[in-house]
T-cell receptor, first 116, second 115 residues
């Protein structure tokens, strides 16, 4: 049990669809993250939230829209995606966001997204 | 820009063989270093980490890694691998003092251990 739960595990959507990915952490952490994992590429940080406030947006296209209603929940809203957006989307959390990197990330199992 | 290089994309070993996976990073300042592992069908999890002190750090399941500052390296080692070590291994770096908690990952190395 990872303590970070992502739903759904798999998602297939057309380019005109709107869908949302959900992440919930049960660890009492204060920071939450979205990462994108594509084949043969390093994990890419997309968004960071610290105490519900967005602190990082790594030049992510506006077709990805994050939402963090509280420290335990994180959403990624998807609309008009492209086939190249197909990837594994990982949610992670950490105890704090001090900038020192002393708070390891805890990852969820990810959502495998396929855009057709 | 910071980057993390993992030179081996896929390593195949027999059980009991010794393992060394390479990791090099490009950031010139102080860094925190990590190895994460992803077993088949499971989530990424922390294997070991280095922040300061003894450059030889020990992690779970008999893994260790050595930080060599002059070589900007943080290679992962295990003296004798087991079939259950089959997984994907990711090296990651956080530059310190940059005000961000952005973990820079390598592309990963897939390890296959043959019984």
């Amino acid at each position: 049990e990872t303590g970070v739960t992502q739903t759904p595990r798999h998602l297939v959507m057309g380019m005109t669809n709107k869908k949302s990915l959900k992440c919930e952490q049960h660890l009492g952490h204060n920071a939450m993250y979205w990462y994108k994992q594509s084949a043969k590429k390093p994990l890419e940080l997309m968004f960071v939230y610290n105490f519900k406030e967005q602190t990082e947006n790594n030049s992510v296209p506006s077709r990805f829209s994050p939402e963090c209603p509280n420290s335990s929940h994180l959403f990624l809203h998807l609309h008009t995606l492209q086939p190249e957006d197909s990837a594994l989307y990982l949610c992670a959390s950490s105890q704090d966001f001090t900038g020192t990197g002393n708070s390891p990330l805890h990852f969820g199992n990810g959502t495998r997204l396929t855009v057709t | 820009a910071q980057s993390v290089s993992q030179h081996n994309h896929h390593v195949i070993l027999s059980e009991a063989a010794s393992l060394e996976l390479g990791c090099n990073y490009s950031y010139g300042g102080t860094v925190n270093l990590f190895w994460y592992v992803q077993y088949p069908g499971q989530h990424l999890q922390l294997l070991l980490k280095y922040f300061s002190g003894d450059p030889l750090v020990k992690g779970i399941k008999g893994f260790e890694a050595e930080f060599i500052k002059s070589k900007f390296s943080f290679n992962l080692r295990k003296p004798s691998v087991q079939w259950s070590d089959t997984a994907e291994y990711f090296c990651a770096v956080i530059p310190r003092g940059t005000g961000a908690n952005n973990l820079f990952f390598g592309t990963g190395t897939r390890l296959t251990v043959i019984p």
